[in-house]
């Protein structure tokens, strides 16, 4: 039988949030790779660089958010 508890447990939700800012960011940078580069904005080179960054960031505190330190 499944848990709220259980569910918590497989964190489902986190790691469904975590595939979806990798596609998402892997989607942006394979974009901007096929803009030609003398037609590269600062407003498109800023995106990516918010979206790898904030990947970046989002993957460390999955990483450090380890509830077996908790227990």
Same mark, same amino acid.
Do not use: C, H
């Given at each position: 039988?499944? &848990? $709220?508890?259980?569910?918590?447990?497989?964190?489902?939700? $986190?790691?469904?949030?975590?595939?979806?800012?990798?596609?998402? &960011?892997?989607?942006?940078?394979?974009?901007?790779?096929?803009?030609?580069?003398?037609?590269? %904005?600062?407003?498109? %080179?800023?995106?990516? %660089?918010?979206?790898?960054?904030?990947? &970046?960031?989002?993957?460390?505190?999955?990483?450090?958010?380890?509830? %077996?330190?908790?227990?």
């Amino acid at each position: 039988m499944i &848990t $709220p508890e259980g569910l918590d447990r497989w964190r489902i939700l $986190p790691r469904l949030l975590m595939i979806t800012m990798l596609v998402m &960011t892997y989607r942006v940078v394979e974009w901007f790779m096929q803009i030609p580069a003398d037609q590269v %904005s600062i407003p498109q %080179s800023a995106l990516v %660089s918010v979206m790898t960054g904030a990947l &970046t960031g989002a993957f460390g505190l999955y990483l450090g958010n380890d509830k %077996s330190k908790n227990d």
